[in-house]
C-alpha cells in the first residue's frame, strides 16, 4: 500500500510541477493555448482518477470542479473571455496548485486531509458560472447549483449509459476485452488500461462500459461477466488499443465489433462538428505539447509500452553509491596487495587493468544516476518572482540559463531553498520599489533577475543576480553597528561590510515583510551552502545590482585528492583546493616578529601553517627545506601548509567521521571526514578553510 | 573474529560460569543478565553482552587530531570508522601500548574500547548488583559485584561511555 501511496505522490508532484509551469508560461502571453488547455484537462483528469483510486475525496472533488472548468473552456477556446477572467483563471489554477501541493504534502506527513473543501469549490463554481455568462451572454446561476449538486460518478454514468442506450453510431467501433480468469481487481486493471488508452485517445473519442472502473470496485463483478467494453469513434484508435490490450498482462481474449451506422442522414449536424474539431485538435496536439511526452513517460500508473523511465527510491541510489565506493577500494587493495611485491604476474596484471577499467566505469555510470539537472528548482523561482512581483507591485523578469547543468540530487535538494531565499532578497531589497527611480537611473522599468548555471571541472557555479539598487553600504553599516556587529571606531572595506551581511541576525529591512526580515537570514543561507561543500560570494555595485555566486561541488561522495604526509600521519587535501606546490630554502621564510612564518609568492605574502605544530603531532620534519609547502585557497583564504611529502593523486570516497568524534568539534579544526586507502588504513580529509580559521 | 591471542583465556571464555548462587536463592524475578568480564588496570571491569559486537586484536589506528588524550583515534573495521578509545586513559590511569579491542555497538553508536585482557563471560541476576557507594568519583561505575573467588567486578556504565 505504501508503494502505491508513494507512487501517488511522486506521480502528483510532477503533474503539479507541470501544471504550474504551464499556467506561469500562460500567464505570460495571457492566454491558454488550445495545447495548453488539453494537457491541463489531462492533468486534473489524472489527479481525479488515481486520487479517486487511493479514496482521497476532497481531492478528487476539486479536480473534477477544475476539469469541468478547463471543460467548457477546451469547448468554447480562451478568447471569449474578458481580461478580467482571464487573471482570475491564471490565479484560480495557481490557488489549485497550491492546494493540491498542501494535500499532497499532508499525505507526505501522514497528517489528515482537510475535508473543508467548500470555499475553494465555491470560488471554482463562481469562476464556471462568470466563464459560462460569458460565453453565452447570459447569466446562468441555476447551472451551478446543478453542477455543484450533481456528483462526479453518476454524471458520468448517466452521461454514458445514455450513449449505450441511445445505439452507437457515434461510436461504432467496439472492442470487448476479456481478462484472464481470476486475476482479480479486474476493475483497477481495466482502469489501467482506459489510462493507457487516454494516452493517445482523447476522452470524447471513446467510451468505456462498465463507467464506474474508476471509483466502483464492484465493477469487477460485471467484468468478469460480460467484459470491459471500449468503444472508439475511429478505427485507427481502436487498432491502437488492440496494440495495448495485447501489450498489457492478463489479457485472456478479446474481440472487435464494427456497428455498420444506419445512414450518415442520421448522425446529427452538432456530433458531426464536434467530429471535426476533435479530429483538428488531435492533429495540433503533438506539436503544442512537446511536454507531453515525457510526462507520460514518467507517469507511474498508465501502464504504456513506451515507458522508458523509472523512478528509484533515492535511499538506494545511496547504497549503490556507498558499495560502489567500498568497490573501488577494494579493488585497489587487491591490485596493489603487499603479497603481489616481486611476482611477475602477466596476466593477473591484464586482468587486473581490465578490472580497473569496469570499476571506473561503473563508478561514472552510478555517479551519473545521481546528477539532476537544476531546472526543477529554477522553474519554482518563476513563481516566486510572479507572487512576489504582484504583492510587491514590481515588474520583474526573471531569465533562466543554464537549467540543463547536472548536479547531485542531494545537493539540489540542499540548496534549493537557498536559491529561493536569495532571490526573494532580490526581490525584496534589490528591484527598486518605484519604477520611476529605475527609469530615473537610466534602467529599464521592469527589473531583471537572472538565475545561471554553468560547470567548471568539478564544481558547478550558480548566480542569482538582480539589476536592482545593489547594497546600500552606509545603510548596512549602520544597522551593524546600531546591531553592535561592527565598532564605531573602525574603518570597514566594503568586502568586510558585505561580511556583515551574512552573520546571523542580520536584516537590513526595518519592518518584517511577509517574505523578508524573520530573522533567518542570509547566515542561514550561507550555512546551508556550506553544508554541501560549497561558498558563498557576494559582489555588488550600489544602483548597478547585486550578483551572488554559489560554488557547489559536483557530487560529495567522490572527490580527487591529494595525500600528503606528515610523520606517519597521512592527510588528504582536495585537489580544487590546492594551487600550486614547491620546495624552499629556509633563507626564503619572512618571520614577522612572533612565531609566524610568511612566504612571498607571485607577488603576495602567504603565511605558512604546520600541520605538525598544528595538530601537535609527535613526528615530521622540523627543517623547511627538508618538507614541500603547498599553497592552498578556500574562497578568501589563502595560505601555504607545510607538509613532509607528498605522495601523490587518488579519487577518494569521503566518509563521514563517527559523530561520536565529531562530538569533539573537530571539524572546526580543518578535519571534515575521512577515507579508506587502498591498504586499509584511514586517511584523514583535511578542510583548508576551517583549518586556517581554527588558528 | 576472535584470533589466537595469549592474552585472551579462551577455555575460560567460553566456559560459561553460571554462578552457583542463582540455582539457590534466585528470587522469582531475578533477570539473568550476562557480563563481559575485562581486566584494566588490574581492575575487573563488566560490560553488559548486550553492547558487545566483537573482539578483535591487532588492528591498525589512525590517530586523531584534536581530540582528548583517550580518544586513540579511528580504526577500519571492514570499511566502517568506528572510534577507538582507552578505558585506561578515560578513567585517569597511564596507558599501556599492547592492548586488545572490544567493539561496542551502544544504541546505534559503535564504539571501540581499548582493554588489557578479557577474561570471561558470567550471567549474573540483575538484583545482585549492588549500586556504588553514593561518594564513589568513578562515573563510569555504574555498580558493583562479587565474583564468587573474592574480586569484585565493576559494572561500565556503556551509555554514559559514548557521551564525551
Known amino acids: 500500500m505504501d508503494s502505491i501511496l508513494e507512487m501517488y505522490l511522486y506521480e502528483t508532484n510532477t503533474l503539479l510541477e507541470q501544471l504550474e509551469s504551464i499556467a506561469l508560461s500562460a500567464e505570460q502571453v495571457n492566454t491558454f493555448s488550445q495545447g495548453n488547455v488539453d494537457e491541463i484537462f489531462r492533468i486534473m483528469h489524472t489527479i481525479k482518477g488515481s486520487s479517486a483510486m487511493m479514496q ?25 473571455l474578458s481580461e478580467q477572467s482571464r487573471s482570475e483563471l491564471f490565479e484560480l489554477v495557481l490557488q489549485a496548485t ?28 463562481s469562476c464556471i458560472v462568470k466563464i459560462k455568462s460569458e460565453i453565452e451572454g447570459v447569466p446562468a446561476p441555476s447551472s451551478l447549483s446543478e453542477c455543484a449538486a450533481s456528483d462526479a460518478p453518476t454524471e458520468e454514468v448517466a452521461q454514458t449509459e445514455n450513449l449505450l442506450v441511445a445505439g452507437n453510431e457515434d461510436f461504432p467501433y467496439s472492442l470487448l476485452v476479456f481478462f484472464d480468469e481470476g486475476s482479480g481487481m479486474e476493475s483497477l486493471r481495466a482502469f489501467m488500461l482506459v489510462n493507457s488508452v487516454r494516452d493517445f485517445c482523447s476522452d470524447s473519442e471513446f467510451v468505456f462500459s462498465p463507467s464506474d472502473v474508476e471509483t466502483n470496485p464492484e465493477s469487477s463483478e460485471a467484468i468478469i461477466e460480460n467484459g470491459f467494453l471500449l468503444q472508439f469513434r475511429n478505427a485507427d484508435n481502436r487498432d491502437a488499443s488492440i496494440q495495448v490490450v495485447t501489450s498489457s498482462g492478463s489479457i485472456r481474449t478479446y474481440q472487435t465489433a464494427d456497428y455498420s451506422a444506419p445512414t450518415l442522414a442520421n448522425t446529427t449536424t452538432p456530433v458531426l462538428a464536434e467530429e471535426t474539431t476533435e479530429v483538428k485538435k488531435e492533429n495540433v496536439k503533438p506539436t503544442v505539447s512537446s511536454k507531453s511526452t515525457a510526462s507520460d513517460s514518467t507517469s507511474g500508473l498508465s501502464h504504456s509500452s513506451k515507458e ?23 579493488e585497489s587493495m587487491v591490485t596493489a596487495s603487499p603479497d603481489l611485491n616481486g611476482l611477475k604476474l602477466d596476466n593477473f596484471t591484464k586482468s587486473a587493468r581490465q578490472l580497473r577499467k569496469l570499476t571506473d566505469e561503473l563508478q561514472d555510470v552510478s555517479m551519473s544516476l545521481r546528477m539532476v539537472p537544476v531546472s526543477g528548482t529554477f522553474q519554482k523561482m518563476n513563481r516566486i518572482v510572479r507572487d512576489m512581483g504582484k504583492k510587491l507591485n514590481k515588474r520583474v523578469k526573471l531569465t533562466l540559463t543554464g537549467e540543463e547543468t547536472e548536479v547531485d540530487k542531494t545537493i539540489v535538494d540542499g540548496i534549493s ?39 567548471t571541472g568539478s564544481e558547478v557555479i550558480i548566480e542569482i543576480n538582480d539589476d536592482g539598487q545593489g547594497i546600500n553600504y552606509d545603510k548596512v553599516l549602520q544597522k551593524a553597528l546600531t546591531q553592535r556587529l561592527a565598532s564605531p571606531d573602525m574603518e570597514y572595506s566594503t568586502k568586510e561590510i558585505i561580511n556583515f551581511l551574512l552573520m546571523p541576525g542580520f536584516s537590513t529591512n526595518n519592518d518584517v515583510t511577509e517574505f523578508s526580515g524573520r530573522g533567518v537570514g542570509m547566515d542561514v543561507v550561507k550555512k546551508s551552502v556550506e553544508g554541501v561543500g560549497g561558498t558563498l560570494s557576494i559582489t555588488s555595485e550600489p544602483g548597478v545590482g547585486m550578483t551572488t555566486t554559489l560554488k557547489i561541488p559536483l557530487t560529495m561522495a567522490i572527490m580527487d585528492g591529494m595525500k600528503v604526509s606528515v610523520g606517519s600521519s597521512i592527510f588528504t587535501i582536495p585537489i580544487h583546493n590546492i594551487r600550486q606546490s614547491f620546495k624552499v630554502n629556509s633563507d626564503e621564510i619572512i618571520h614577522d616578529g612572533t612565531q609566524s612564518e610568511m612566504i612571498k609568492c607571485m607577488d603576495n605574502f602567504y603565511p605558512i601553517v604546520r600541520i605538525k605544530d598544528l595538530y601537535g603531532l609527535d613526528c615530521g620534519y622540523e627543517e623547511i627545506q627538508d618538507g614541500i609547502l603547498i599553497w592552498v585557497e578556500s574562497g578568501e583564504i589563502s595560505y601555504c601548509l607545510f607538509v613532509d611529502e607528498l605522495i601523490g593523486e587518488q579519487q577518494v570516497v569521503v566518509k563521514p567521521l563517527p559523530t ?21 588504513n584511514i586517511s584523514i580529509i583535511l578542510d583548508v578553510a576551517n583549518l586556517y580559521l581554527s588558528i | 573474529m576472535l584470533k589466537g591471542n595469549s592474552k585472551l583465556d579462551e577455555t575460560m571464555l567460553f566456559s560459561m560460569q553460571e554462578d552457583p548462587r542463582d540455582a539457590t536463592d534466585q528470587s522469582p524475578d531475578g533477570e539473568l543478565t550476562q557480563f563481559l568480564i575485562f581486566r584494566s588496570d588490574d581492575l575487573l571491569f563488566g560490560a553488559n553482552v548486550e553492547y558487545v559486537v566483537e573482539i578483535i586484536t591487532n588492528h591498525v589506528i589512525t590517530t586523531l587530531p584534536m581530540v582528548p588524550n583517550y580518544v586513540r583515534g579511528i580504526l577500519n573495521l571492514r570499511g566502517q570508522i568506528i572510534p577507538v578509545i582507552d578505558i585506561r586513559l578515560r578513567l585517569g590511569k ?27 563471560m558470567i550471567s549474573i541476576p540483575k538484583d545482585h548488583i549492588l549500586p556504588a557507594p553514593a561518594n564513589n568519583t568513578q562515573k563510569l561505575i555504574s555498580g558493583l ?13 556503556c551509555v554514559l561511555l559514548v557521551e564525551p
Request: glycine share 6%; charged share 20%.
Open chain 1, 56 to 80: 482521497f475525496n476532497a481531492l478528487m472533488t476539486v479536480a473534477h470542479r477544475i476539469e469541468d472548468l478547463f471543460f467548457i473552456i477546451r469547448e468554447s477556446g480562451m478568447d471569449v
Open chain 1, 98 to 125: 497550491d492546494y493540491f501541493r498542501n494535500e499532497v504534502e499532508k499525505l507526505n506527513n501522514n497528517e489528515p486531509l482537510s475535508e473543508d473543501i467548500d470555499s475553494f469549490l465555491t470560488k471554482i463554481n
Open chain 1, 308 to 330: 522508458s523511465f523509472i523512478s528509484v527510491n533515492l535511499s538506494k541510489l545511496d547504497q549503490l553509491m556507498a558499495v560502489v565506493g567500498e568497490i573501488v577500494i577494494t
Open chain 1, 417 to 455: 531553498d537557498s536559491i529561493m531565499h536569495i532571490v526573494r532578497n532580490s526581490m525584496d531589497h534589490g528591484i527598486e520599489t518605484s519604477e520611476a527611480d529605475r527609469i530615473a537611473a537610466g534602467k529599464d522599468p521592469v527589473g531583471e533577475i537572472i538565475l545561471s548555471a554553468r560547470h
Open chain 1, 660 to 680: 561520536y568524534v565529531n562530538s569533539f568539534n573537530i571539524k572546526n579544526h580543518g578535519i571534515t571526514g575521512c577515507t579508506i586507502l587502498g591498504d586499509g
Open chain 2, 94 to 120: 597511564p596507558s599501556q601500548e599492547e592492548s586488545i579491542i572490544i567493539v561496542l555497538n551502544i544504541n546505534g553508536i559503535q564504539i571501540g574500547i581499548f582493554v588489557d585482557s578479557v577474561a570471561q
Open chain 2, 145 to 157: 559485584y562479587s565474583l564468587q573467588d573474592g574480586s569484585t567486578m565493576m559494572v561500565l556504565d
